[in-house]
């Protein structure tokens, strides 16, 4: 006869332990994941920050673009988006990252249409002339936060070093190119003849080699933001520029 899991045997009670049960408890997750290292508690917000910065920057650069050939509220939201998003796009479909920065984070697309409704309804020529000497300070603003933005996104999902500075570049200055395109000129990055692209390059590098000695993760952040906007700063004060190829 079958006996219930407990029964009493004399003056004795004998409880017979019912079998554990085999359940594999999920894995607990981490806080650290192939894309999150250990730092510095406050630098997810320094990150969003620069990205935020660099977006709002790159699309007050292509709004201005978009001012000077004198286009409509479509054109003018199609171009700073492009400006805003391109690089990071880019970078996004070479490192295999889903979704992309700005589908992860609406809120840009809303407050890029936003200010380019506002600007178009409010600003005026008496208030600015969309001038391409006025382009070239949220440009270069937008080029030294963006460069510190891709190399981060590319260092923190262990990519190697030369690729994160690929990266780098790739996501300050495809913006500007793609900006530059559907304004229907040539790209500023390939035909002025003053640094762009090669600030971008050596502030990537600046980046990398701070990562090596330097623990806080803030500090190669804002080092890269610094000379890569200080390199073109430079440049254009100096009128510093690369030699042209002479055939």
């Known amino acids: 006869m079958r006996r219930p899991s407990w029964y009493i045997f004399g003056s004795t009670t004998c409880l017979r332990a019912a079998p554990a049960l085999?359940?594999?408890?999920?894995?607990?997750?981490?806080?650290?994941?192939?894309?999150?290292?250990?730092?510095?508690?406050?630098?997810?917000?320094?990150?969003?920050?620069?990205?935020?910065?660099?977006?709002?920057?790159?699309?007050?650069?292509?709004?201005?673009?978009?001012?000077?050939?004198?286009?409509?509220?479509?054109?003018?939201?199609?171009?700073?988006?492009?400006?805003?998003?391109?690089?990071?796009?880019?970078?996004?479909?070479?490192?295999?990252?889903?979704?992309?920065?700005?589908?992860?984070?609406?809120?840009?697309?809303?407050?890029?249409?936003?200010?380019?409704?506002?600007?178009?309804?409010?600003m005026r020529q008496r208030h600015f002339k969309p001038t391409e000497r006025a382009m070239l300070l949220p440009d270069t603003i937008g080029l030294g936060l963006f460069t510190a933005v891709g190399v981060d996104v590319a260092m923190t999902a262990d990519m190697p070093a030369l690729i994160a500075v690929v990266m780098g570049v790739v996501t300050s200055v495809f913006g500007g190119v793609l900006r530059d395109v559907l304004c229907n000129e040539v790209p500023q990055a390939f035909s002025d003849h003053r640094p762009y692209a090669l600030c971008a390059f050596v502030g990537s590098w600046v980046d990398v080699a701070l990562r090596q000695f330097v623990e806080p993760d803030w500090i190669p952040l804002l080092a890269c933001v610094l000379v890569t906007a200080g390199l073109r700063v430079l440049a254009l004060w100096r009128n510093w520029e690369l030699p042209p190829w002479k055939m």
């Open 22 to 122: 085999a359940t594999a408890s999920p894995p607990t997750p981490t806080s650290s994941s192939p894309m999150t290292l250990p730092e510095t508690p406050w630098i997810h917000t320094l990150r969003f920050a620069l990205e935020i910065a660099a977006t709002a920057a790159f699309a007050l650069s292509g709004m201005i673009a978009a001012a000077r050939k004198r286009m409509d509220v479509v054109g003018v939201c199609t171009v700073a988006c492009f400006a805003a998003f391109g690089g990071g796009t880019l970078r996004d479909l070479m490192l295999d990252q889903r979704p992309f920065f700005w589908v992860r984070h609406t809120g840009y697309v809303w407050g890029i249409m936003a200010l380019c409704v506002a600007a178009m309804l409010f």
